[in-house]
């Protein structure tokens, strides 16, 4: 299979799957861009050897077709500016208009056409709009790993119609290199962290990496869960009480696998859900009624810290507390500084999922860990087992 290292890209139109997926606020404007940056890389590859690459995305949810809040013309600029490149904006991505604008496109030019999802034909993975997108271009490379777990049009299908001149972009081949590495051959002692407010939605990653890890460290509002199927009392904090037996089975797995299972044995409590609530340091297994478990206290604290500093290997998804409120940020920070520390004496470190990321980048600890990953639902996937389409779309 070709690379994007040694693909010669002279005289080519490079159709490049990115994701600018990213979030504006009511101005329309980009309040983080790290999507963009993430994607530079694999476009200025493309420039340096002679090509001309034509970006696809999608942006927000629009269900009616075009919407002027999600409209790609809004990062251009941005994109633009990253990029040092003139960056020329096509006001659809199939049709004349799209075609005119790829005709006229110049060597040292980089197009960015409007978002696919205005298609609905994207989203159901219709081969015809995929052939269309494809008469764009000499090549398709997918740099988008957050679709990945996507069977569009652009993310999937496509690559049918480019059965020798399909790659994946730098960050494709960074995502999968980093979570192969924690996943496949992870130096040993291999912890992951796992937080989050709900058991059910990480059930499968669990499963997966009990037979993968030597420590699970279980955090954030789903231990509430695990506390009360032991027996405990949880107060009014968040819990399923339909997955009590499935906590149990969980518990039960751990010990048949001989996986050190480590779960929070002091907890932050709040008298609401507030960053200015009345606190109180409780045992999680004796919550009073009327108090919500909102942080893990210090002797958890203490004790993740000494399971994530001896390891190897790190995987880390989801907040081990509502760290989005100041008050309650503290366990989550402390996670993220016994991550950095690990890193540090020579650890691999993965952080992956939307609030693990958000956290870690709210602490300005992104640079001090081996790799945050840019896929939410596709990581959770990869994580998982899941073969993802963006990734067999390639390999196959």
Request: proline share 4%; charged share 25%.
């Amino acid at each position: 299979m070709k690379t994007i290292h040694d693909y010669n890209f002279k005289g080519k139109k490079a159709l490049v799957r990115v994701d600018f997926n990213v979030p504006l606020n009511s101005d329309l404007q980009i309040t983080d861009d790290s999507r963009i940056r993430a994607a530079i890389p694999t476009i200025r590859q493309v420039l340096a050897g002679g090509g001309s690459p034509i970006l696809m995305s999608h942006l927000g949810r629009p269900k009616k077709g075009p919407e002027e809040a999600s409209s790609l013309k809004h990062i251009r600029g941005r994109v633009e500016e990253l990029l040092g490149a003139p960056v020329k904006f096509a006001a659809d991505c199939i049709g004349t208009i799209a075609r005119e604008a790829v005709d006229n496109l110049q060597p040292g030019e980089a197009l960015l056409l409007e978002n696919l999802r205005f298609h609905p034909e994207e989203e159901k993975g219709d081969e015809n709009f995929a052939r269309e997108l494809a008469s764009l271009g000499d090549l398709w490379i997918n740099d988008a790993f957050g679709t990945a777990h996507r069977a569009h049009a652009s993310t999937a299908v496509i690559a049918r119609f480019f059965p020798d001149d399909k790659l994946f972009g730098y960050l494709m081949n960074a995502e999968i290199e980093s979570v192969d590495k924690v996943m496949l051959h992870p130096d040993r002692p291999f912890t992951a962290i796992m937080g989050g407010s709900k058991v059910s939605s990480k059930i499968d990653i669990i499963m997966n990496l009990l037979d993968k890890v030597d420590n699970l460290i279980l955090g954030g509002g789903m231990v509430y869960t695990f506390m009360k199927a032991r027996g405990g009392h949880v107060g009014d904090s968040i819990c399923e009480n339909d997955k009590l037996d499935l906590a149990l089975q969980i518990i039960n797995a751990a010990k048949e696998k001989g996986v050190n299972l480590v779960i929070s044995t002091q907890t932050v409590a709040a008298d609401s859900f507030s960053n200015e609530a009345n606190t109180r340091v409780v045992d999680p297994m004796n919550i009073p009624d009327g108090w919500t478990g909102m942080d893990i206290g210090q002797l958890t604290r203490d004790a993740f810290a000494k399971v994530i500093e001896t390891s190897k290997t790190i995987l880390w998804n989801g907040p081990v507390g509502v760290f989005e409120f100041p008050n309650f940020a503290a366990g989550t920070r402390a996670v993220a500084d016994a991550i950095v520390k690990a890193t540090g004496r020579g650890a691999f470190s993965l952080i992956g999922g939307g609030d693990s990321v958000a956290a870690i980048n709210q602490f300005g600890l992104a640079d001090k860990v081996s790799y945050v990953s840019t896929g939410g639902g596709a990581l959770l996937e990869y994580i998982e087992g899941k073969e993802l389409p963006g990734i067999a779309a390639i390999r196959d």
